[in-house]
């Protein structure tokens, strides 16, 4: 009888105070909820992280294309203009 009791009763995964086997499974899909919250803010924090990044990469990048086109540019007007000498 005491074994079938124990059987029934487990240690709560936090408080470590004995739970019935409802409340154990109960507590059990709570955390397995929180966690699963946690993990979902965090990944979504990291998505925006990560996308802010790659926005301010594409940006610097346009901008450096430009810089670099206009320079070339230029060097092509002078070297025509050294040509046409």
Not at 15 to 25: I, N, V
Not at 31 to 45: P, S
């Amino acid at each position: 009888m005491t074994e079938e009791i124990s059987e029934l009763t487990t240690d709560c995964p936090l408080c470590h105070r004995p739970l019935a086997s409802k409340e154990y499974h109960q507590a059990i899909k709570e955390l397995e909820n929180k966690i699963q919250q946690n993990y979902d803010e965090k990944n979504k924090m990291k998505n925006e992280e990560f996308n802010r990044q790659l926005k301010e990469l594409k940006e610097r990048h346009e901008k450096d294309m430009k810089e670099h086109r206009i320079n070339h540019e230029t060097q092509i007007k002078k070297i025509e203009l050294d040509l046409a000498k």
